[in-house]
């Protein structure tokens, strides 16, 4: 077998649970932020009513911006430093001094060797194989659960699972103001719209009050007509 495929491999694998680490976790804060501004909005809704009860989506929006926010700091960010092989191999040696510049080094001798040739110029490739296979057998005795805690997505993991019980709580023994809440959320603002126009006087009219004065244009020579309790 080729020495540098291990650390092909390793790699490869690592940059999937990293990545897969990274989602579960920003999942979990962004199921946390919607989930808390959400019940807040209709809690603030429900206790305001028609009048004030949009403020509740100032609430409802800050958890979806919270959920985005977290979407881009712990998924985005730390994982676009990482797709890239020579890349991941740059953070695996940060994380680990012990490896000597081993993986960094044996990713770039692979590449220079590949279909045949001959690497940079004064490399060994009997030097390179071997600080692959040295490489390989750091790496087996480190293990890549060392490099992928998962102690914060456990955290995260268990406070989410302890808010969706909650909410489910929370619907189940006060359902009804929630309910209420989410109606006052959703029509709040259309009648706010309503009534922030100029104000009309509604006066009721009975159809036998009134009469019309019909006047014609003076080319058809026609005498004004006024209809009575029309």
Do not use: K
Request: glycine content about 12%; hydrophobic content about 45%; some cysteine.
């Amino acid at each position: 077998m080729e020495p540098f495929s291990p650390i092909h491999r390793f790699l490869n694998d690592l940059g999937q649970r990293l990545r897969g680490r990274a989602a579960a976790e920003a999942s979990w804060v962004a199921v946390l932020c919607t989930l808390t501004g959400t019940l807040v909005g209709l809690s603030i809704s429900a206790a305001l009513g028609f009048e004030h009860g949009a403020w509740g989506w100032l609430s409802v929006l800050a958890g979806v911006t919270g959920a985005a926010i977290a979407g881009w700091r712990l998924w985005w960010r730390p994982t676009r430093g990482q797709r890239d092989e020579t890349d991941l191999a740059r953070w695996v040696e940060s994380q680990v001094p012990d490896l000597h510049s081993g993986v960094i080094t044996s990713v770039e001798a692979s590449r220079a060797l590949s279909g045949g040739g001959q690497g940079w110029p004064g490399m060994e490739a009997s030097l390179a194989h071997e600080t692959a296979r040295r490489t390989t057998e750091t790496l087996d005795a480190l293990g890549m659960e060392s490099l992928v805690s998962r102690e914060r997505l456990a955290q995260l993991s268990r406070l989410g699972r302890w808010t969706l019980m909650a909410t489910v709580g929370l619907f189940w023994w006060g359902g009804d103001v929630l309910i209420d809440g989410l109606h006052v959320l959703l029509e709040a603002p259309m009648a706010h719209a309503a009534g922030s126009g100029d104000d009309v006087e509604e006066v009721e009219l009975l159809v036998g009050d009134l009469s019309l004065r019909l006047v014609y244009p003076a080319y058809l020579e026609l005498q004004p007509r006024t209809i009575p309790r029309t």
